[in-house]
């Protein structure tokens, strides 16, 4: 998979998807299979914001039951099948356990009818799934065997567990980028660093789109028949590259996951219920609270999800220490004993989810965007072959993409597939698709650099770092080891040593968040003392 501006330029596509997250790799590969001539381009990496800043769970849907939303579990079912089916080298079965508190107004005979209900409503969990992937059945956990399980939680104050199974990403920036290699295999066109700056609509239909290679400064025109937008919270901004396009303005809540040192299970993702930063409606219980969860990830846990009011401009989207203070104090709440330190937060996911905004003066006072939505402008006056992806989970990026395909199969035929001689199979691309974990081996060769930049368009130290290995992770990554990554890419590259420093810079700036934290602490523990 080479980025080759050229072939974008000299082409002419049925669509091109702006955006390369998790929505946009698995339309576009979705779209190559069923023969659309497709290219995907993003403005920086691939999967470098809102995709690789998930908790990482797969999940079906479980939690809906709550509010009795049927339609929203099996899409989310579906899509689980889906991932541990198209890339069961990057997605595993989880098994989770949330306690149920004795002072809950939740009875445990209540919790055991709802399993029930979550196993006939997922009749067909495991169809396609390889035996080592099956999901089992869930089942109701007395307090004797939850104490076994999880000697760390306080015994005396539950009636027992809920225990079931999802899935998670092993490393979801790769998954994306697996589903980006599968499409090119089957004769899509990707680039990364390209930004869509116009959308071409002569006579009100597209024709095409100017775009400008970030590292070159060239614009150049794609002709195209219809433009996809997958951009997340960039979707107000893209629209307005076209007049027709334009809107109220979205509100976004921040999303922030802590990695920290080993807390609970190395075995199982547990649930605990907590005070929480929004709140939900149209449901048939009362929820003020709401379930922060704690999943073992590489060796550590990684917990969410946190949230607040997002006000800012989403180019300028940043976390402090305020952010990362409030989290702990939450997790503090709902489990004392984790006694969450700055030296034993490793490293954190933070991105932008869509949101409905109910107390404008209330940073807490908004609900969670349910349902993912495909916007044709055409229907609202604007020209034919503009689409908006309008995404909200990460999970239900296959569903999506199901959708979509139904969509466009009974669309006008201006946007129907060309079809695609000669497109290679699936099974052409030779690269490595596994997960990359590198925690115990550094550092990276230098043919591992080699591959990375020559087959999988990593062009910055970031994007080695934090998006074909998991060594950001780390995150106590040393001067001298960035230093050196740094200077195995400039040789393939040709980077001067002003380029190297500001590289290693670029990832040190990542991290400054919790620098700052632990500095804090530092000196407020040397006045205290």
């Known amino acids: 998979m080479k980025r080759d501006i050229s072939t974008l330029s000299n082409g002419n596509f049925d669509a091109v998807i702006i955006g390369g997250g998790i929505h946009g790799a698995v339309i576009a590969y979705e779209l190559a299979v069923a023969g659309y001539k497709t290219a995907i381009i993003d403005k920086n990496d691939f999967t470098a914001a809102t995709s690789a800043n998930s908790l990482k769970i797969i999940h079906g849907g479980i939690r809906y039951l709550q509010d009795f939303d049927i339609q929203r579990m099996r899409e989310s ?43 006939v409503v997922s009749w067909d969990r495991n169809q396609g799934v390889t035996k080592d992937k099956m999901i089992p059945r869930s089942q109701f956990l007395e307090t004797s065997k939850v104490a076994k399980l999880l000697p760390k939680i306080d015994a005396n104050n539950i009636s027992g567990a809920i225990f079931w199974h999802d899935a998670v990403a092993l490393d979801s920036e790769r998954l994306v980028l697996y589903f980006i290699q ?17 959308i071409n609509t002569p006579q009100n239909r597209v024709r095409g789109i100017t775009a400008r290679c970030q590292f ?52 199982y993702a547990v649930g605990i219920e907590g005070q929480g930063g929004y709140r ?26 946190y949230y607040r009011k997002y006000h800012g401009n989403v180019s300028d989207f940043s976390i402090g220490r305020d952010d990362i203070n409030a989290f702990v104090s939450n997790i ?124 999988e368009m990593a062009f910055t130290l970031s994007d080695v770092i934090f998006r074909r290995t998991n ?13 050196s990554l740094a200077q195995s890419m400039g040789q393939e590259l040709g980077w001067n040593e002003t380029k190297i420093v500001h590289e290693v810079e670029a990832v040190k700036q990542y991290f400054l968040p919790l620098k700052v934290l632990r500095e804090t602490h530092d000196d407020s523990g040397k006045k205290n003392g």
């Open 471 to 483: 060594l950001g992770a780390l995150e106590n990554l040393s001067d001298n080891l960035l230093q």
């Open 182 to 198: 599968k499409a090119v295999s089957n004769g899509a066109v990707a680039a990364n660093y390209v930004k869509a700056q116009e």
């Open 332 to 455: 503090h709440d709902v489990y004392p004993s984790a006694n969450i330190t700055a030296q034993k937060i490793c490293f954190y996911h933070a991105g932008l989810v869509p949101i409905r905004q109910i107390d404008d003066r209330s940073n807490s006072s908004f609900t969670l965007k349910k349902h993912t939505k495909i916007i044709d402008h055409e229907r609202k006056g604007g020209p034919k072959g503009i689409i908006s992806i309008d995404s909200t989970k990460y999970t239900t990026a296959a569903v999506t993409a199901k959708k979509l395909l139904k969509y466009l199969s009974k669309k006008n035929k201006h946007i129907a597939p060309s079809g695609m001689k000669g497109v290679p199979t699936e099974t052409r691309y030779s690269a490595s698709n596994k997960a990359i974990d590198l925690l115990n081996h550094l550092p990276l060769k230098m043919d591992e650099i080699r591959r990375f930049i020559r087959q």
């Open 216 to 267: 070159s400064g060239k614009t150049f025109d794609i002709l195209t028949k219809m433009v996809i937008n997958c951009t997340g919270p960039w979707l107000f901004d893209f629209l307005h590259l076209h007049p027709s396009g334009r809107q109220s303005k979205p509100n976004y809540a921040l999303a922030l996951n802590l990695v920290v040192e080993p807390l609970l299970s190395d075995s």
């Open 77 to 119: 079912i579906y899509s689980r099948s889906y991932f541990l089916t198209k890339a069961p080298h990057l997605v595993k079965t989880l098994p989770c356990i949330m306690s149920v508190q004795k002072h809950s107004s939740i009875k445990p005979f209540m919790y055991r009818v709802a399993l029930v209900l979550n196993d």
């Open 280 to 305: 939900k409606d149209g449901s048939l219980m009362k929820k003020e609270k709401r379930l922060f969860f704690f999943m073992p990830w590489h060796g550590k846990t990684m917990i969410g999800t």
